[in-house]
């Protein structure tokens, strides 16, 4: 049984956290190619191709080794899962050669997302994410091929607000895995765990595997399909972290609004272990080791 983890600091140095709130993410200025999803995928998930991996909390750090390379301490408070150790100095391999919190231990990927500020300042984290691993919406799922090795990928906007939103098919809230989603966090203390899920995009441009100071090297698909600018289809990320159920009223985010919730990812898979996953469940539209048979 896992235990939750809920971290209390003084409010002097939550409202620091909240202060180092980072700029757009990942060229929000590019027109080329779709910036969420068509629809959620929600509800039962049995006949869907995907695989699943839980992964518990390794540590909470200051750093972002996407967005603040090699800069310790820059970033707002993240919660970091996967790999063990990851910090803004890591390299690629260091993360294929660490320990990693898991339960699928060739997966040493870093996933990292902000932690919840309560009212009162307390910092709260999750003790458990699950990352969903499957084809985006109406896309044919033979066509997907495993992220490439060292893809760095941020989803989701730190500067949404709740006078510009970002859309519930990228970031939402949820009771467990339950399939109403919201844009704010709902009240759950009766129901279940509080769920932040963000999903990640499927199209990648062939040659880049990390963000580009203009412009996306991922984008999301349309209606099924990749643009002809990011032809390659990859296997779709959706992350779900699961916090401890909080009183929703005044909570905000390590990196500002509770509105601008995002999320990390950095493929550091063993990679021919993501290939031969991505061809034997999502390729042969297979549901394999689902976790509550649901989506984030």
């Known amino acids: 049984m896992r235990a939750w983890v809920a971290v209390a600091v003084t409010a002097a140095v939550a409202s620091a956290a909240i202060a180092t709130a980072t700029v757009l993410l990942d060229g929000d200025t590019d027109p080329v190619g779709a910036t969420a999803p068509d629809r959620i995928i929600a509800g039962p998930q049995g006949g869907r191709g995907q ?6 909390l390794s540590h909470i750090e200051a750093d972002d080794p996407i967005l603040h390379p090699g800069m310790a301490g820059h970033s707002h408070l993240h919660q970091f899962f996967g790999a063990v150790g990851v910090t803004a100095s890591s390299r690629l391999s260091e993360l294929l050669a660490a320990e990693t919190t898991c339960d699928q231990k060739l997966d040493t990927a870093s996933y990292w997302a902000p ?3 309560t009212a009162n300042g307390d910092v709260v984290s999750a003790a458990r994410m699950v990352a969903y691993y499957r084809a985006g919406p109406g896309v044919d799922p033979e ?4 992220p490439p090795a060292g893809l760095q990928v941020v989803a989701g906007r730190a500067d949404a607000t709740i006078d510009d939103p970002q859309p519930q098919t990228v970031v939402s809230w949820s009771c467990g895995d339950g399939a109403a989603r919201q844009v704010h966090p709902p009240d759950c203390r009766d129901i279940g765990d509080l769920r932040l ?3 990640f995009p499927d199209c990648w441009d062939g040659l880049n595997v990390v963000p580009l100071p203009i412009g996306r090297h991922v984008v999301y698909s349309t209606a099924g399909e ?3 600018s990011h032809p390659v289809y990859i296997t779709q990320v959706a992350l779900a972290f699961d916090h401890p159920a909080v009183d929703p ?5 390590s990196s500002g609004s509770i509105f601008g919730g995002h999320a990390d990812f950095w493929n550091a898979w063993d990679q021919q272990k993501l290939e031969r996953e991505t061809r034997q469940c999502i390729n042969r539209n297979l549901a394999c080791r689902l976790a509550g048979a649901r989506a984030p």
């Open 249 to 253: 009223e005044g909570l905000a985010l």
């Open 51 to 56: 695989f699943v991996v839980e992964c518990e």
């Open 226 to 228: 990749c643009p002809a």
């Open 197 to 199: 899920s963000v999903v």
């Open 143 to 146: 066509r997907v091929v495993a």
């Open 115 to 117: 932690l919840l500020v």
